[in-house]
């Protein structure tokens, strides 16, 4: 048996002795001596992986066992998904720098920063001849003072505030061609966006669609400018961020659909159709189906019908076409003018969202047979509107002899279930 593979079998019997051996007579300081030896162990048993990945490339294993990639026989070989066996070939260019080596295996860095110094020193431009006076071998001793300089970072900075750091290297290390080599770095990295950028949905899996994209810088400010307003802490709001960002995604769809501003999709202005099964005798509906084909349950599908922009498609219990929408639904035009008059918002009780971001509201069913008009509508923000359709919440509306829309709380809110009203947009 070769050396290196008996020595790393002992090793990896040795550590699995160590992970459970009793810790309680460890002192604190002990503790914590021994958590950061057992990090550097793992970042060892990385550098390992790395080293052997990258042998295993240069003999052509992985074509010559079958597999497209390096990634793909990692993936084989160690039963890896996609990321890990992509980040652990990524590891190699590591090797290439020895003092960056050096430093995982002396434990001032971990190979993830590692990899991010490597990157960096990597990509700072080889000419960087004419400008203030340095030459070829200038511009190798910048190479290594940035180098150095990085790895001196890595006890007081993680992976992303080292890569931040890294972006600016050359302010530290070689202010003299600092300008000019951001330019040129920046030049690349926003080609490179150009070509990456992309966004994806998935198939529904148990109820979620899953979204993913890359952005370039450019873009991502775009983004972030308009989701911005939109999902602010607020006092008493117990969604996570990712919720409230999602959210706020979801009112600037809903706002640009609404805008009319979007080109016509097949002749017609964009608009989302739900299919709907529906009882004549019961007058009840059923499950709905998108015209993406994702079936959605009847509470959203009335939820959904109060929405400017949904033309339900209704169906009788033989699949045939009873009605394709009633325009007279929308509240548009004139009428929606007049609910932003009344209202001046989303009329939930104090709610502060202002009526670009609300949807006209029935407060009988449009399905039930309620009418479009503004006795029967109401403004309401999308968080809620999804309160007022779900019945365990409770809450009611009705309109006040005033003809303004008045929201009765459930009882677990106010047992005297006083009517109340929205006071932001009233001092309007």
Sequence with gaps: MALVLAEVQQLGVAAAGVAVAPLWQLSDTELTESLRAARWLEQVARFVQARLARQGDARGLPAAQGYRSTVEWLRAVLVLDRGPARELAADA???????????????????RQAVVIAQTVDAIPADLAGAGGCGVSGAGQIVQDAETTLIGMTGRLPVNQLRRAGERIL?????????RAERALLARQEARADRKRGLTLSV??????????????????????????LCRPVIGDKRSSAQRRVDALLEVCRLALRSGELPADGGEPPQLSVTVAYDPLTQALGIGTTDTGMRVSADVVRRLACDARILPVVLDGKGQVLNVGRRRRRATGSLRRALHVRDGGCAFPDCELPSRWTDAHHIRPWTAGGRTDLANLVLLCRRHHSIVHDPATGWKIRIGPDRHPCFIPPPTIDPTQRPRRNLYHLRQ
């Design 93 to 111: 260019v590591v090797l290439d720098h020895p003092a960056v080596a050096q430093a995982v295996l002396d434990g001032d860095a971990d190979l």
């Design 204 to 229: 529904p899996i148990d109820g979620l669609v899953y979204l993913s994209g890359v952005l370039g810088v450019e873009d991502a400010a775009t983004v972030q400018a308009a989701l911005h307003p």
């Design 171 to 179: 302010t530290y290390v070689a202010p003299q061609v600092a300008d």
